[in-house]
T-cell receptor
Framework: GENVEQHPSTLSVQEGDSAVIKCTYS??????FPWYKQELGKGPQLIID???NVGEKKDQRIAVTLNKTAKHFSLHITETQPEDSAVYFC?????????????WGAGTKLIIKP | NAGVMQNPRHLVRRRGQEARLRCSPM?????VYWYRQLPEEGLKFMVY????????ESGMPKERFSAEFPKEGPSILRIQQVVRGDSAAYFC??????????????FGPGTRLTVL
């Protein structure tokens, strides 16, 4: 079955610097890759996603890249701000048992140092 | 349009008691997912339900745990005879009725279960 690995587990960056979180997946049939942000005490929320027919997608300070050949995708946050501090989860969507399911990475705790 | 609602937000139980966690999906959503999150850890998938059907329960312990999503009313995650190791945050998510590869999962605020 599909397996999603996420690195690093914790990332600490200086405010204003960039942060990059990487994920790899195992099933080449996966076609959709969302990223979720979980703030302290809250449930995760979708922040950006990418489909397999696209190599890169950008939304203001966040961007996601996808390399289907290498089966990895990354989240890039530029000009980091204190409010970017959170746990970030990647996921891969797979059609399995007659339904679409998300397979989740283990999460990355992003700490923005003032 | 109200988001995913979970109640209670905090639940304290003594060992051996039962815990019932409720999740009301977003309006128009008929797919519900339950996740468990231990402190400082990631989301662990537990169970995926549609109305009156369990689609995938591969992440749910075989004993003491059960889930349902009846035709009417919220989805219920039930933990019988709770133990200290059940202490965690339990999140519910829902997605729209029509199955799609690109379905976003909308999460509730979670129920934080503490077993004394």
């Amino acid at each position: 079955g599909e397996n999603v690995e996420q690195h690093p587990s914790t990332l600490s960056v200086q405010e204003g610097d960039s942060a990059v979180i990487k994920c790899t997946y195992s099933d080449s049939a996966s076609n959709y890759f969302p990223w979720y942000k979980q703030e302290l005490g809250k449930g995760p929320q979708l922040i950006i996603d990418i489909r397999s027919n696209v190599g890169e997608k950008k939304d203001q300070r966040i961007a996601v890249t996808l390399n289907k050949t290498a089966k990895h995708f990354s989240l890039h946050i530029t000009e980091t701000q204190p409010e970017d501090s959170a746990v970030y989860f990647c996921a891969a969507s797979l059609y399995m048992d007659s339904n679409y399911q998300l397979i989740w990475g283990a999460g990355t705790k992003l700490i923005i140092k003032p | 349009n109200a988001g995913v609602m979970q109640n209670p937000r905090h639940l304290v139980r003594r060992r051996g008691q039962e815990a019932r966690l409720r999740c009301s999906p977003m309006k128009g959503h008929s797919h519900v997912y339950w996740y468990r999150q231990l402190p400082e850890e990631g989301l662990k998938f537990m169970v995926y339900l549609q109305k009156e059907n369990i689609i995938d329960e591969s992440g749910m312990p075989k004993e003491r745990f059960s889930a349902e999503f009846p035709k009417e009313g919220p989805s219920i995650l039930r933990i019988q005879q709770v133990v200290r190791g059940d202490s965690a945050a339990y999140f519910c998510a829902s997605s729209p009725k029509i199955a799609s590869l690109y379905n976003e999962q909308f999460f509730g605020p979670g129920t934080r279960l503490t077993v004394l």
